[in-house]
């Protein structure tokens, strides 16, 4: 007689589920917060968080950026966490926004055209040659993470954020060619790196990203122009998570 093959089930609140085999890195990942957080009532599904910082028109050492969605003044383009939920990342992007601005003050309408890239290109308008050459002090500085008072990013460079597509904006395509538009975007999010290993956030913790500078820089845009850090987490939105993930650190510490 054959024997039957037992499927492996994840409890849920409404019933027990069968997940899909993982044969990606993100569907185990997803799979296991079904296990942690399925039978809470908790919806898992995948997102992004978009968290931002302008370049004021001085020198800085750093760049900090709200995560959480009641900290500081939310620009037209972010997208941040929820104090109910948690938010597990799997990949980080950076890129460079820019746009039209007066006094580094962007309005919504500003902030929702503004374009990225994913490096200085001097001959982007509202970038310049001067600004450019001082957005290198982005990329040869490092990102880092503290949740609380624990760091769990000490530092991750920058550069590896760094992307120069073969076609670059503003520069003339051969003899007799026309001036290329735009910078090359060959990839889906250009400008990403998959974070090992995932880490989770929780709304209902004190989270800090902060990209260090080697030195006091301005980053600014050109005259009458902006420049904008921009940080896009991807990976898996937990919905009402929060109390649940707390719950579990406090069982796991007595």
Same mark, same amino acid.
């Given at each position: 007689?054959?024997?039957?093959?037992?499927?492996?089930?994840?409890?849920?609140?409404?019933?027990?589920?069968?997940?899909?085999?993982?044969?990606?890195?993100?569907?185990?990942?997803?799979?296991?917060?079904?296990? *942690? !957080?399925?039978? /809470?009532?908790?919806? %898992?599904? =995948?997102?992004? &968080?978009?968290? #931002?910082?302008?370049?004021?028109? $001085? @020198?800085?050492?750093?760049?900090?950026?709200?995560?959480?969605?009641?900290?500081?003044?939310?620009?037209?383009?972010?997208?941040?966490?929820?104090?109910?939920?948690?938010?597990?990342?799997?990949?980080?992007?950076?890129?460079?926004?820019?746009?039209?601005?007066?006094?580094?003050?962007?309005?919504?309408? *500003? !902030?929702?055209? /503004?374009?990225?890239? %994913?490096? =200085?290109?001097? &001959?982007?308008? #509202?970038?310049?040659?001067?600004? $450019? @050459?001082?957005?290198?002090?982005?990329?040869?500085?490092?990102?880092?993470?503290?949740?609380?008072?624990?760091?769990?990013?000490?530092?991750?460079?920058?550069?590896?954020?760094?992307?120069?597509?073969?076609?670059?904006?503003?520069?003339?395509?051969?003899?007799?060619?026309?001036?290329?538009?735009?910078?090359?975007?060959?990839?889906?999010?250009?400008?990403?790196?998959?974070?090992?290993?995932?880490? #989770?956030?929780?709304?209902?913790?004190?989270?800090?990203?902060?990209?260090?500078?080697?030195?006091?820089?301005?980053?600014?845009?050109?005259?009458?122009?902006?420049?904008?850090?921009?940080?896009?987490?991807?990976?898996?939105?937990?919905?009402?998570?929060?109390?649940?993930?707390?719950?579990?650190?406090?069982?796991?510490?007595?």
């Amino acid at each position: 007689m054959q024997k039957r093959t037992r499927l492996r089930t994840i409890s849920a609140m409404g019933g027990d589920i069968i997940p899909a085999k993982a044969f990606s890195r993100r569907q185990a990942v997803f799979n296991e917060k079904a296990v *942690q !957080y399925a039978k /809470q009532g908790v919806i %898992t599904t =995948p997102g992004f &968080l978009r968290l #931002e910082s302008i370049a004021p028109s $001085a @020198a800085v050492s750093s760049f900090s950026f709200n995560t959480l969605d009641t900290s500081g003044t939310k620009t037209a383009t972010e997208r941040r966490l929820k104090l109910n939920d948690t938010f597990t990342i799997t990949d980080i992007s950076f890129y460079l926004g820019y746009g039209t601005a007066t006094s580094d003050a962007p309005t919504a309408a *500003q !902030y929702s055209v /503004q374009k990225l890239t %994913t490096w =200085p290109n001097p &001959l982007i308008t #509202e970038i310049g040659t001067t600004q $450019a @050459a001082n957005l290198e002090a982005v990329y040869n500085g490092f990102l880092s993470l503290r949740i609380d008072t624990t760091t769990f990013l000490d530092s991750i460079p920058m550069r590896q954020f760094y992307r120069v597509g073969t076609s670059q904006q503003g520069v003339l395509g051969g003899t007799g060619g026309v001036i290329v538009q735009k910078d090359e975007w060959p990839l889906s999010m250009y400008g990403k790196n998959e974070l090992l290993p995932t880490i #989770e956030l929780n709304g209902q913790s004190n989270i800090e990203f902060n990209i260090s500078l080697p030195n006091a820089t301005d980053c600014s845009g050109d005259s009458g122009k902006f420049v904008n850090m921009v940080l896009v987490l991807q990976g898996f939105l937990n919905q009402g998570a929060a109390g649940v993930q707390k719950r579990v650190q406090r069982q796991l510490r007595s």
